[in-house]
């Protein structure tokens, strides 16, 4: 089956730096991916939506220069949490739709923690 | 280990009639598990999660779903379906009992859910 993959699974950083969390399709092309966080002991929130080739749509309340997402190519998409903080510490999963079937794949997530 | 396996890739109900999306899963952990939904052009919401408490779960818009250990399933229900029902379901696990606080997801692959007049 479509593979969605996502790297690195966890993550921690100091305060102030920047990190890039990848997600890949691996098997099939993804016209668009979504990137969502998770608080602790609550859903998924949806932080954005990219398409590929054009600036992703931020969910209201979303920083944009904050968590950049580039969508470069058909495969691959990447979420930059940048000058991350304390606060910035979440789960973060992105997931994507086949370009063929409209089917929806998610990745594995990835654990970020700032120090 | 865990997976997650949704029985039906889509379902097809009359309105008002009774919905039934199946879901198994696999995990070496006692688990956390959780129902979402997804409507055309909107993110996941949250409909529903199992965390080690009662059994049978309630959730929003008149779904249910009942956790049966033995069986390892988690299938959700509502006894009457809605037009706005019409969406794609995903069932999830994590292995973290008592919430999902940090921990790694599993999405089952998904069921549409179509509903006719």
């Known amino acids: 089956g479509a593979v969605v993959s996502q790297h690195p699974s966890w993550v921690i950083c100091k305060s102030g730096t920047s990190v890039k969390i990848e997600c890949r399709s691996l098997d099939f092309q993804a016209t668009t991916m979504f990137w969502y966080r998770q608080f602790p002991k609550q859903s998924l929130m949806l932080m954005a939506t990219?398409?590929?080739?054009?600036?992703?749509?931020?969910e209201q309340g979303v920083e944009k220069d904050k968590f950049l997402i580039n969508h470069a190519s058909l495969t691959l998409s990447t979420l930059t949490v940048t000058s991350a903080h304390p606060e910035d510490s979440s789960f973060y999963i992105c997931?994507?739709?086949?370009?063929?079937?409209?089917?929806?794949?998610f990745g594995s997530g990835t654990q970020l923690s700032v120090l | 280990a865990q997976s997650v396996t949704q029985l039906d890739s889509h379902v097809s109900v009359s309105e008002g009639t009774p919905v039934l999306l199946r879901c198994n899963y696999s995990s070496s952990y006692s688990p956390s598990l959780f129902w979402y939904v997804q409507h055309p052009n909107k993110g996941l919401q949250l409909l529903l999660k199992y965390t080690s408490a009662a059994t049978l779960v309630k959730g929003i818009n008149g779904f249910e779903a009942e956790f049966k250990k033995s069986e390892t399933s988690f299938h959700l229900t509502k006894p009457s379906a809605h037009m706005s029902d019409a969406a794609e379901y995903f069932c999830v696990v994590s292995p973290f009992a008592g919430g999902t606080s940090y921990g790694k997801l599993t999405f089952g692959q998904g069921t549409i859910l179509t509903v006719h007049p």
């Open positions: 997931s994507a739709r086949d370009r063929a079937n409209e089917k929806l794949f």
């Open positions: 990219s398409n590929e080739g054009s600036k992703a749509t931020y």
